[in-house]
């Protein structure tokens, strides 16, 4: 069955860096959703993307996040210099778009800000 | 953001008898639902949903029930089993939030032998 796949599972990046979630969404499905899950929080939305673009972010995606499809299969979370309050579970998901309003989670990539 | 609340952080029971997960909401522009299940280190997984025009929907051995009025939903698994021991997540999405999930707290069912 195919599924939503995330790297790395970890990173670990200290104040100030730059880091690069890597995602690769179902390949038929046209909606890309980051998500990210501070330990003993909610999950929350961060951005959807559309049509090699973004279609809606939240309040939390500021000017440090980007995203980027950058080849057809991978889509990507950038965040520009991480604050240590960064320290999440980020989800990518996706979904079809044809219909279904299911999205399908992948493991999630578990950043650590020191 | 108190949209999506699951009051119940914690949820044990017997294997071979009903669980049920409980989910509340207060926006009313709410109109499509889903439960998802997290078992630790992966990735929430997608359960079942329920559109607003209906009540009920059923799939094996989840059922998934809406109340508009009340603006509450619930999930039952019946008979649970021990692999169904993971956290809950009620998740909503509607009209005004676009195609963002909104998602409760989650319940962490516990399902003993």
């Known amino acids: 069955e195919p599924e939503v796949t995330q790297t790395p599972s970890h990173q670990v990046t200290q104040m100030g860096q730059e880091v690069i979630l890597r995602c690769v969404p179902i390949?038929?499905?046209?909606?890309f959703y980051w998500y990210r899950q501070i330990l003993g929080q909610k999950v929350e939305f961060l951005v959807s993307?559309?049509?090699?673009?973004?279609?809606?972010k939240s309040e939390i995606f500021d000017d440090q996040f980007s995203v980027e499809r950058p080849d057809g299969s991978n889509f990507t979370l950038k965040i520009r210099s991480t604050k240590l309050e960064d320290s999440a579970m980020y989800f990518c998901?996706?979904?079809?778009?044809?219909?279904?309003?299911?999205?399908?989670f992948g493991p999630g990539t578990r950043l650590t800000v020191t | 953001d108190q949209q999506v609340k699951q009051n119940s952080p914690s949820l044990s029971v017997q294997e071979g008898r009903i669980s049920i997960l409980n989910c509340d909401y207060t926006?009313?522009?709410?109109?499509?639902f889903l439960w998802y299940k997290k078992y630790p280190a992966e990735g929430p997984t997608f359960l079942i949903s329920?559109?607003?025009?209906?009540d009920k929907n059923e799939d094996g051995r989840f059922t998934v029930f809406l109340n508009k009025s009340a603006k509450h939903l619930s999930l039952h698994i019946v008979p649970s089993q021990p692999g169904d021991s993971a956290v809950y997540f009620c998740?909503?999405?509607?009209?005004?939030?676009?195609?963002?999930?909104?998602f409760g707290e989650g319940t962490q069912l516990t399902v003993n032998p």
């Open positions: 998740a909503a999405l509607g009209e005004t939030s676009g195609s963002r999930l909104t």
């Open positions: 329920i559109s607003s025009i209906k």
């Open positions: 993307f559309y049509n090699n673009e973004i279609s809606e």
């Open positions: 998901a996706s979904n079809t778009g044809t219909g279904g309003y299911e999205q399908y």
């Open positions: 390949s038929n499905h046209l909606y």
């Open positions: 926006n009313s522009m709410f109109d499509y």
